[in-house]
């Protein structure tokens, strides 16, 4: 082959690639693979913030603070009773608890740093909504039981005292202690609370006694104010746990590390961003030109981008923060006025309108001078105005006028809004109507010093208007008097009629000593049916028996209580200062004693205090101590006087009578020691020592073989409503095997009168077992002949004074006579007791009375000395036989 053709050959054949390209090409294809798996990654980076997703989670937590907030706020609203029940806390809780679940995962664009913070903080703050939501159970629970005890102990123990269910003094002592518990509950004070405890422990050990009836019921009411003293600290100690636990810290702090990691996660983004560029701009190296314009393009659209999302950001951020303020100026309970520099009103909401009942075009361009009330000065300004120069801001009471005029407290918050020089631009003022809070703490001082039903000064008030009684008449070195007035057998009225007409019968009685005394003078209601009159500045002693003559004859008059028309006298007692006391626990004993020395004197009047009237007041107190043990010491004896059949005197029954055989003053007769009995409430046990004793008489007697004749006793009005009396009398009878009809039952009217329906059924029960019925003093109680009847007592007892009246040559004994035929007619026998002369024995026989009793037949003898003289007083077995008949 030539020369040429062999060129020509190896031109058509390419030249071989040595082991360099290849490498350049793989390097090529290398690079190129990693420059696209470089680019993925920025376009991933750049593209993994979610707008939407940033939205959703801010909003989540935004909600998590509000309703940590709301929170709070419901249990404020529940303690302080606007809302009773717990639905609101559970619904928020509940809330909470679903908020949560929601942001439990943080978004993916937070760095695994940031998720971790942010999910730490979290933890955080569900250790802290769990306690919060444990301290709310235990909140629940606690003023569950807490508003239980409220609820019902003011009533129960009102009713309590106005029952009479304990003594004057143990009443008094309850009452203050149940009003230091009510006070207690409102202020929750701990020196109050301290003094309480030591006073229920002293309740707490007289409600134990035994003897006491009412004991139960006191422990009870006791063991309600118990709960009250006990649970009022948990329930605030459990509010101040909710209120104080950091949760709504923790929120704010999960809010920064989000908007933290927020802002980590979009600058990693743009870092993506840029990168993708600058691989844009090497990639495209070969257009110069176009890269260059492109980059300047790029970077220009990245700074208006980012301008952008400032802005945006800034604006979102502005948005929020004037929603916010606009929810909170519109839905805010508190009325908000903005004015400018010139006090010129720029705006008002909503709440200003139902406050003051402006609407706004009435306000806008005003000064707040259009709510002026004129009750405070032009000082009053000018200190406020120089507070707001000072400081700033201003805060304080002030009464402005509503649109309708009238005007009203209001708590006014003024502050000054600056400019950057400090010039003052406008004025933010935030006021609430507080005329509710007024009324209700006029209410609480109100209640705290008078009484609930009559609206008189209660015993704080009176103390502290008597000390000022006294300081006066000291300083002008004059007289005051002190009036105890109580009114007589109130007890009956509220027994026979109910509590409803002894509360109307107090309040109209509180109306005519108010227009009996003097606009000086103070008429305090000092518990029950007690009241207070103090007298001021007088001149004379006189003067307050004047007062004490002018009371008792305003009461004279019938009072007119629905259906019944009463007529009720009061006694009156009266202590002067500076004779009778010094000081106004003195002189409030002394007149009390003195209203005793009054009713003792057949009430109905007054007496002047006496220093005497302190040694009967202390006998008594002694007298009663002593009876305490007068049982358990064998001191009690019975006497036994006879009854006689009024034709042929034959003795056919007997009266047990009650004495006491005192180791100092001897034998005392029952009305010494009875009354001392039934006041203090000894007179249940006494009485039913009486019946067991008679009947044990009876059956020893019985086994001496003596001539028995039937015993009456007499019952207390005590004994017949707090004691099972049947199963008395039946336990009585079957100890000592004696048959019923050898025992009689005396009962007075008025005892009978108090619950009718269920004295009908006791006296059935009585009747069915044999045992005799009697009514004793008949014609000095109520004498209802219907009921007369509808009791089915056997014996009417004429009462001792209508048979003291029986003179004669006198005609004073027609009621007597009256009663008689009356019961005869009744189908009833009739009993005469207190016969001392001929005379009176002859009428009542002429009368046709059945039995005869008093000292011209015979003075209470005791049991051995009655069996001795039974025998011989006794008819022959005949004539007995017959008296028997007619007694049983």
Same mark, same amino acid.
Request: hydrophobic share 45%; proline share 4%; aromatic share 6%.
């Given at each position: ?15 071989? *690639? ?44 935004? =909600? ?33 608890? !679903? ?92 020196? @109050? ?44 100690? !459990? ?146 105005? !120089? ?14 006028? *509503? ?73 002008? =070195?004059?007289?005051?008097?002190? @009036? ?40 305090? *209601?000092?518990?029950?049916? +007690? ?5 001021? +500045? ?228 009585? *009747? ?28 009417? =007892? ?91």
């Amino acid at each position: 082959m030539s020369l040429r053709g062999q060129l020509q050959a190896a031109g058509d054949t390419p030249p071989p *690639r040595d082991k360099a390209d290849y490498l350049r090409l793989l390097r090529s294809l290398l690079l190129a693979l990693l420059a696209a798996a470089v680019l993925g990654w920025l376009f991933a980076g750049a593209d993994s913030v979610s707008v939407e997703e940033h939205q959703h989670y801010t909003r989540a937590l935004d =909600k998590l603070r509000q309703g940590d907030v709301q929170l709070n706020a419901a249990t404020l609203a529940n303690r302080l009773a606007l809302h009773r029940d717990f639905d609101t806390l559970s619904r928020t809780l509940t809330t909470q608890q !679903a908020t949560l679940q929601a942001i439990g995962a943080p978004p993916a664009y937070l760095t695994a740093i940031d998720g971790a913070r942010l999910l730490d903080t979290l933890a955080e703050y569900r250790r802290l909504a769990a306690l919060k939501a444990e301290a709310i159970d235990r909140y629940q629970r606690e003023v569950a039981i807490l508003r239980n005890s409220q609820a019902y102990f003011p009533a129960a123990i009102q009713n309590f005292i106005s029952e009479g269910a304990a003594p004057p003094a143990l009443s008094r002592e309850i009452g203050i202690f149940a009003r230091g518990v009510t006070t207690y509950a409102l202020n929750g004070d701990a020196d @109050l609370a301290q003094q309480l405890v030591l006073s229920l422990g002293h309740l707490q050990q007289m409600a134990a006694d035994p003897e006491y009836p009412q004991a139960p019921r006191l422990r009870n009411l006791l063991a309600h104010a118990n709960v009250i003293l006990e649970r009022k600290p948990i329930v605030d100690s !459990a509010v101040r746990d909710i209120l104080e636990l950091p949760t709504a810290e923790a929120g704010e702090r999960m809010v920064g590390l989000y908007n933290e990691g927020y802002s980590h996660g979009a600058l990693r983004a743009h870092v993506h961003r840029v990168l993708l560029f600058v691989a844009a701009l090497v990639l495209a190296a070969y257009l110069a030109i176009v890269i260059a314009r492109l980059g300047r393009a790029s970077r220009a659209l990245v700074r208006a981008n980012q301008n952008l999302q400032d802005r945006i950001a800034t604006l979102r951020q502005t948005q929020e923060e004037l929603h916010l303020y606009a929810t909170v100026f519109t839905n805010a309970t508190e009325g908000m006025t903005i004015t400018d520099a010139e006090s010129r009103i720029v705006a008002v909401n909503p709440a200003f309108s139902r406050i003051t009942g402006f609407a706004p075009a009435q306000v806008i361009g005003q000064t707040p001078k259009l709510l002026s009330s004129g009750r405070q000065d032009a000082g009053f300004y000018r200190d406020m105005w !120089a507070t707001l120069a000072r400081r700033g801001q201003w805060q304080g009471e002030i009464w402005n006028r *509503r649109q309708s005029g009238d005007v009203y407290p209001e708590w006014l918050s003024i502050t000054a809004v600056r400019d950057a020089e400090g010039t003052p631009t406008h004025y933010i003022g935030i006021f609430s109507d507080i005329t509710e809070r007024k009324q209700t703490e006029a209410r609480i001082r109100h209640l705290a010093n008078h009484d609930a039903l009559t609206g008189l000064p209660n015993r704080l008030l009176l103390q502290d208007r008597l000390n000022q009684a006294i300081l006066q008449s000291r300083r002008d =070195k004059r007289r005051a008097a002190v @009036l105890f007035l109580d009114l007589d057998r109130f007890k009956t009225i509220n027994d026979t009629l109910g509590h409803e007409v002894g509360d109307a019968l107090l309040i109209q009685v509180t109306q005519r000593c108010l227009g009996a005394v003097r606009d000086t003078d103070t008429v305090a *209601r000092q518990g029950g049916d +007690e009241f207070v009159i103090v007298l001021p +500045e007088l001149e004379h002693a006189q003067d307050a028996a004047m007062i004490a003559r002018k009371l008792l004859s305003a009461l004279a008059s019938p009072f007119q209580l629905g259906p019944h028309a009463l007529t009720v006298t009061g006694s009156v007692g009266i202590a002067l200062y500076p004779e009778d006391g010094q000081n106004e626990s003195v002189l409030l004993r002394n007149a009390d004693t003195a209203m005793y020395r009054a009713k003792d004197d057949g009430r109905n009047g007054f007496q002047f205090y006496s220093a005497d009237m302190n040694t009967a007041s202390l006998g008594e107190l002694l007298l009663e101590n002593q009876l305490r043990g007068a049982l358990e010491r064998g001191e009690l004896r019975l006497h036994y006087q006879p009854k006689v059949c009024a034709r042929g005197h034959a003795v056919v029954a007997a009266e047990a009578l009650l004495r006491w055989q005192h180791p100092e003053l001897g034998l005392l007769s029952p009305g010494r020691f009875v009354p001392v009995a039934e006041e203090s409430g000894l007179i249940v046990p006494i009485g039913e020592w009486v019946i067991r004793e008679t009947c044990r008489q009876l059956r020893a007697w019985q086994e001496e073989g003596r001539m028995l004749v039937p015993v009456a006793v007499n019952l207390s009005a005590q004994q017949f409503v707090h004691q099972d009396i049947v199963a008395l009398v039946r336990e009585a009878l079957n100890a000592n095997d004696l048959p019923a009809h050898l025992l009689e039952l005396e009962l007075t009217e008025t005892m009978l009168m108090r619950d009718a329906d269920r004295t009908v059924h006791i006296l059935a029960q009585l *009747r069915a077992m044999g045992v005799s019925l009697a009514i004793d003093d008949f014609g000095s109680g109520y004498s209802s002949l219907a009921y007369l009847k509808r009791f089915q007592v056997q014996t009417l =007892k004429i009462d001792r004074s209508f048979v003291h009246d029986i003179r004669e040559g006198g005609e004073d004994g027609e009621i007597a006579a009256a009663v008689i035929a009356l019961a005869h007619n009744l189908g009833q026998q009739v009993v005469a007791e207190g016969v001392e002369t001929e005379y009176q024995r002859d009428f009542l026989t002429r009368q046709g009375c059945d039995l005869l009793q008093g000292f011209l037949f015979g003075r209470p003898q005791a049991a051995e000395d009655f069996a001795a003289s039974l025998a011989s007083l006794q008819t022959p077995p005949a004539a007995q036989g017959a008296g028997e008949s007619i007694a049983a």
